[in-house]
């Protein structure tokens, strides 16, 4: 069967899916990945909204009988692949499959650890709220089959328990664990390496190539493919598992790992209870320097003070480490010794890296202190990682390219040479939607710029009654926007809702459910999120979404580029621009039968000559600078709704 009946009109997923629908854009996505799959070359797509990209890819995944890992973004899609889109495809097609799930190892329980709970909860006593977290996991532990933590759902992801029953690769015991044949990381690690097609997401498939953290490095041979969708994502999370990390949390949990495998050895002594003791003393005199929440701070300004204070725990870590390892009380020290050791190690590559390899800086977050080295560059390390597992390589996202230029994306991947094509979205956007430029804005660091674009906006919430995402470039923007939107409507006739009065997923149900509010947000709700019908009719951004100038992930990569003699703004901070302005603006449509508004305030759109490469990515929906026309627009579309 080829993939022309399958994804026809009277094909098997159209009998298997109430209100299939074909899309010739699907079946042409999911040949040119057949085709990738069977040369073992490549490819990387931009399929539009609307296209069906996941089935494009999974269809000729399954039809292949190859082994394919397929790696997301996030764990919302990872969890719906697993449970709802492949096992039904593989039904409707008749193409039975064994799949497996696999996600990072701190998503499942570490029987070995739970083990230890009376000695923790003996030496350092139990959070407030914990026990009946803990009691629950207990009861849990006698039958789950996976250990997979998601099904203690009403456990918070953020409560102080999961630390406690979850393992780190440093202190997972691996080959001398007691515990290891009933263990549910291995055992989900097993099921992967005999499954055809494994969902992976792109943190543990990254920490895999790098042999980091929690990846186990096995990932990867004998398969015959990846797929990676939400694939803009990669670029940024390779970085982080390209560098390096130190942090106080791993400090303070070594200490802590350290205390509770004494008292079950009953090992120990005066000497190295002073010493774990010293630990924490040495961890606060950093504190002095860089206190928790200080935020991110360069290299070059951290005090003298600082080094010394880091050379006195680099000391001090080290000789813990010897101590335990004299102590020979079983694995479980030994294991300690050997991350002291590591951890002092650690510091000493970082403090010795060269400047011209990457960027150094500090955070000092909720969490403590960490230390971070990250690269200039991640494209020659990602081809080469690449490279080494010669099989189809796929990257599916619906921001990839700038017009029909992939070269951005493919740079950073350090694939220019792949093979690469975009699919237009099926939704016909000059109907559907309207792009509204309001004239007369002043520059965007004018101090009342926010209140003039919530004045822009104003027309158009009135005539739609609410409906809207007004998408916000910083947290004081969105703060500002909020005293505006007070300003300009004493009593809104919409409920507006706020980012951070409640968790974004139950945030979105709310907006969902209540039909005509206003939603004001920022980085998160710029992607990953779907509203269909007409809740949503208007997504306005505030401002052309360049990064921040400050950030040290950032300033990284524009001094790698300037170093190789690019130009930093044309090169990076205009392209990712652009890209993160086309994941908002994808917010609006996401349905054939949607409709509404694109508001853009940012006049640098048109007085820029950098503006045309932005508007040249924007959907094709026509261009409006009157807000009565769009008024016009939402009234009728919201008309002829309410008479069909
Ligand atoms: S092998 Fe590692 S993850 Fe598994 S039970 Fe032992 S310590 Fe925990």
């Known amino acids: 069967m080829d993939y022309k009946d399958i994804f026809s009109e009277h094909g098997p997923l159209a009998r ?10 699907q079946a042409a996505m999911a040949k040119a990945v057949g085709a990738a799959l069977a040369l073992g070359e490549p490819l990387i797509v931009e399929a539009g909204t609307g296209t069906g990209k996941t089935f494009a890819y999974l269809v000729p995944a399954l039809l292949s009988g190859r082994s394919v890992i397929i790696s997301t973004g996030t764990r919302t899609l990872q969890d719906q692949l697993f449970h709802r889109d492949v096992p039904m495809l593989a039904r409707a097609i008749g193409m039975p499959v064994k799949i497996a799930l696999l996600k990072g190892r701190s998503n499942y329980l570490c029987r070995h650890h739970l083990e230890q709970l009376p000695q923790q909860r003996a030496l350092f006593g139990t959070a407030k709220g914990s026990s009946r977290h803990l009691a629950k996991i207990l009861r849990w532990s006698a039958t789950t089959k996976s250990g997979d933590l998601a099904e203690l759902a009403d456990i918070p992801e953020n409560s102080p328990v999961w630390p406690l029953v979850t393992s780190t690769r440093e202190n997972c015991l691996g080959q ?71 942090s106080s949390r791993q400090v303070q949990l070594v200490a802590r790992d350290a205390a509770v495998e004494l008292l079950k050895a009953q090992a120990g002594g005066s000497s190295i209870n002073t010493l774990l003791q010293d630990l924490e003393a040495r961890i606060a005199a950093l504190y002095r320097d860089v206190p928790p929440k200080s935020g991110r701070i360069d290299w070059e300004r951290l005090p003298d003070s600082f080094f010394d204070a880091l050379t006195d725990l680099q000391n001090c870590l080290q000789e813990v480490g010897h101590h335990l390892e004299a102590l020979g009380s079983g694995p479980g020290t030994a294991m ?32 403590g202190l960490q230390l971070h080295f990250t690269p200039f560059e991640i494209a020659e390390r990602l081809r080469a990682y690449v490279e080494a597992r010669p099989c189809a390589w796929i990257f599916t996202s619906a921001t990839l390219a700038l017009g029909d230029d992939f070269t951005h994306f493919a740079s950073r991947i350090g694939l220019c040479d792949a093979r690469s094509f975009r699919i237009d979205s099926p939704f016909d956007y000059r109907d559907q939607a309207r792009v509204y430029l309001p004239l007369n804005m002043p520059e965007p660091q004018d101090p009342g710029y926010t209140q003039c674009f919530i004045d822009a906006c104003a027309p158009l919430l009135a005539a739609s009654g609410g409906r809207a995402f007004l998408l916000f470039t910083s947290y004081r923007g969105l703060n500002e926007g909020l005293q505006a939107l007070t300003k300009r409507f004493a009593t809104p006739p919409f409920p507006v809702l706020v980012q951070g009065q409640a968790p974004r997923d139950a945030l979105l149900k709310q907006f969902r ?37 400050d950030d040290p992930l950032l300033k990284a990569r524009l001094e790698g580029i300037r170093r190789r003699g690019g130009n930093p703004f044309f090169d990076y901070q205009v392209p990712q621009a652009v890209l993160a302005l086309k994941q908002g603006v994808g917010r609006l449509i ?28 924007l959907p094709p929906s026509p261009v409006i600078t009157d807000p009565a026309q769009g008024a016009q627009f939402l009234i009728s579309r919201l008309a002829g709704l309410r008479q069909n």
């Open 16 to 25: 298997a899916i109430p209100g299939y629908a074909y899309r010739p854009e």
């Open 176 to 246: 001398e664990c007691p515990q290891i044949s009933s263990c549910h990381v291995y055992d989900a690690r097993r099921a992967a390496q005999a499954a055809q097609i494994v969902v992976v997401n792109h943190h543990l498939l990254l920490a895999d190539l790098a042999l980091k953290d929690e990846g186990f490095g096995d990932l990867l041979p004998g398969v015959e493919a990846v797929i990676l969708d939400e694939a803009h994502q990669v670029p940024d999370i390779a970085a982080q598992f390209f560098g390096l990390t130190w």
């Open 336 to 367: 300690c010794a050997r991350r002291a050791r590591q951890l002092a190690a650690n510091l000493a590559t970082l403090r010795g890296l060269e400047e011209h390899a990457g960027l150094r800086w500090a955070d000092g977050g909720t969490l």
């Open 513 to 549: 459910a209540l039909g005509n509010a206003v939603l004001l947000g920022t980085g998160s709700f710029w992607e990953g999120v779907d509203v269909k019908g007409d809740a949503l009719c208007i997504v306005a951004i505030d401002k052309l979404p360049f990064a921040s100038p």
């Open 590 to 617: 996401r349905d054939a039968d949607d409709f509404g508004v694109i508001v853009i305030g940012d006049p640098r759109l048109r007085t820029k000559g950098y503006g045309r490469i932005f508007l040249d990515s």
